[in-house]
Structure formats: structure tokens, C-alpha cells
């Protein structure tokens, strides 16, 4: 299925378009303005096409209790032993900071949206005249917010994680139903980082089929390579975390892709589309030059006319100005009907 084609404020996305390249800074700014708008010029010299924000406070998200459920106790977690509140106070990007930011990312021409993690933040961000909406995979099942984003009228991008197939039609349904035109998804693994073997970009057509949509990733891997696949798979919108420095730390730097590598996502995914073109065969207009070096028949030695063509004086070799190889066997045994010097191409007016 070819998918729908539309506009994220002045940059066309669709089948028909480069992907859509989404620089997440999320908490990388590590609660400093300076750098939150040091990573806003880098993703732009970097090619990105938009920087995303996420709009939210730790008391819109959690409760600000100590112990039990609300502390990180799985060893595998990159912020194992955190308190969720103390987490998402320390992630958050402070809502005074959105104007300035989404300011310096239109200077540079980029666009600069966010993910709203409640219905204020749909309200707040409304105000800065975003050009889209991003649902977070971990707000998938949060209807009402859905919802309130979908009835603004401007593009919703969902992420997938950890939502079930029941799960995604509701989302869907939700948000078509509250007026939301242009969808896209994005499959998403949501486990930070996430593995290559568990992140099924297979899904990536099929989620296309399904709900009839513009599709992409949001890739919690290590590197680029998972992003550049999925394009194959008719991603048409990927994004990545993204940091100035992954030494230099961050709540999200461990999956967080540095400069360099994002300016070569943006690159590669371009590249990757670009190679996808149609079903072709036979030759290109930019191959006809070399079909020159294709294999054809030559006359191998200098003969006399009447000579009885055979292996020695007859060969498939290049260039290929000659007849097609496919003659050579109906070739053996006829004669020459002139003298031919060696390095003949041999054609039919040359045999009887």
C-alpha cells in the first residue's frame, strides 16, 4: 500500500518524500536551557527534519510517593534504584523553556513539536501553535489524551510499545473518531535500548495494511542500522533520542544518538528510500554506457574467408559489441564469407 501523503508544517511526508527525521530530545537537556538549545543547533546542522519535545511535570504523570511500586527495582533498567517522581522532575523539560526552544529550531528551519502527557499539555502547547502531536508509547492507552490531540486538528504520530493489537485499534478508533485526519504510527519497542531482535519491524507493512496509515519506527537500538531497515519496510517517519554526547550523560543518553550519527541516519534513511524505486528490469538509462562492457562474440585470430568458425577462432569476451552470446553454439561450424582480422565484433552479414 502506497500511504497517504500529507503536510507536518512545511515538510511533505509520505511514500513519496525522503523520511521524516525526528531528533527526541527529551531529558538529554539534563535541566540546562544552555544545552537543551546547544542540542537544538546540532540536530539541526545535522539534517534533522524536526526536534521533539516532551510536555509534562512529575506530579502530571506520577505520584510523588517513596517505596513500593514507585521506585525503579529492576536491575536490567538504565535508571534502576530512581524514584519515579524524583525521575521524572529531573527529565522533565521546564514549560517556560518550550517557547525558547521551539523559537531557536525555527530559525534554523526546523520544526519543533511534542509529546503532551496530558490534556494541559495539549492545551499549553496549542498556545505555541505546534505543527503536530506525538503520543508517547507509554500513553497509547490514555484515550482522553488521545482524544484532546486528535481534536486540534493537527497530525497525531502514535507510538506503538507495548500496546496490543486490541489495544492499537482503540487508540486508532479514538483518535479518528476525535478528528484526526493524518495518523501516523510508529512501531516501538519500548525496553531502553532496546534490542534489534526484539524489535519487529516486520510489523512495520502490516500495521500499514491494517489501519491504512502512514508508518514508521521509533527506535530505542543502539546505532542506525534497525532505522535504515525499516525504511525498506515503507518506514516513512523515524525517530531517534538524541544527545550532544553520550559521555557526557543524560537521562536517555545510553540509546541517544550523537551528532555525527544523526547527520548520517538523515543521510542513510534518504538513501535507503531513494534505492527502493520500482519493480525494473533491463537496463537503466544511466547503465546504457555500460553495456559496452557486457560479453559478446569476437573473432579471436586473423582468418581467411571460408574459414570454418570454431573455439579457437571464436570467443565470448568483451566488449560487448558483438552478437549476444546466446549465438554462439548456432555460430560453431559456419564460415566466414570475407577475410577477419582479430578483434572483430562478429555479426550475421559476416558468416554464410
Known amino acids: 500500500m502506497r500511504s497517504p501523503e500529507f503536510m507536518i508544517g512545511n515538510i511533505p511526508v509520505g511514500a513519496g518524500h525522503p523520511p521524516f527525521v525526528i531528533a527526541e530530545m527529551s531529558g538529554n537537556h539534563n535541566q540546562s536551557l544552555e544545552r537543551a538549545l546547544r542540542i537544538v543547533d546540532a540536530a539541526a546542522a545535522a539534517g534533522a527534519h524536526a526536534l521533539k519535545l516532551q510536555t509534562y511535570t512529575a506530579d502530571s504523570i506520577t505520584l510523588d510517593v517513596r517505596g513500593g511500586t514507585f521506585e525503579i527495582t529492576d536491575s536490567a533498567s538504565l535508571w534502576s534504584g530512581q524514584n519515579l517522581h524524583d525521575l521524572y522532575a529531573k527529565a522533565a523539560t521546564p514549560w517556560d523553556w518550550h517557547a525558547m526552544i521551539m523559537e531557536r529550531a525555527n530559525q534554523h528551519g526546523m520544526l519543533c513539536f511534542s509529546s503532551p502527557f496530558d490534556e494541559a499539555a495539549v492545551d499549553f502547547l496549542e498556545d505555541l501553535d505546534v505543527p503536530a502531536y506525538k503520543i508517547a508509547s507509554f500513553e497509547n492507552s490514555h484515550l482522553p489524551l488521545i482524544r484532546k490531540a486528535a481534536k486540534t486538528g493537527k497530525p497525531l504520530i502514535i507510538s506503538t510499545g507495548l500496546a496490543t493489537l486490541g489495544e492499537l485499534e482503540e487508540a486508532v478508533t479514538a483518535a479518528r473518531e476525535a478528528g484526526c485526519a493524518n495518523l501516523i504510527l510508529l512501531k516501538c519497542t519500548s525496553s531502553y535500548p532496546a534490542s534489534p531482535e526484539n524489535t519487529n ?92 562492457f557486457r560479453r559478446s562474440l569476437y573473432i579471436a585470430r586473423d582468418i581467411p574467408a571460408g574459414t570454418i568458425l570454431d573455439p579457437e577462432n571464436l570467443r565470448i569476451v568483451r566488449p560487448g559489441y558483438g552478437l549476444h552470446p546466446r549465438h554462439y553454439e548456432t555460430m560453431l561450424g559456419r564460415r566466414v564469407n570475407r577475410d577477419i582480422s582479430k578483434g572483430t565484433p562478429l555479426s550475421l552479414d559476416l558468416v554464410t
Open 201 to 292: 519491524i516486520h510489523t512495520i507493512p502490516h500495521l500499514a495494511e491494517l489501519f491504512q496509515c502512514t508508518v514508521g519506527l521509533s527506535d530505542h537500538t543502539r546505532g542506525i542500522g534497525v532505522s535504515i531497515a525499516a525504511v525498506a519496510l515503507g518506514a516513512r517517519v523515524i525517530e531517534k533520542h538524541f544527545c550532544l554526547s553520550r559521555d557526557e550523560g543524560g537521562v536517555d543518553s545510553a540509546f541517544s544518538l550523537e551528532p555525527a550519527e544523526l547527520k548520517q541516519l538523515v543521510q542513510e534513511t534518504e538513501r535507503a528510500w531513494q534505492g527502493l524505486g520500482e519493480v525494473f528490469y533491463g537496463p537503466t538509462d544511466a547503465e546504457q554506457a555500460s553495456l559496452g
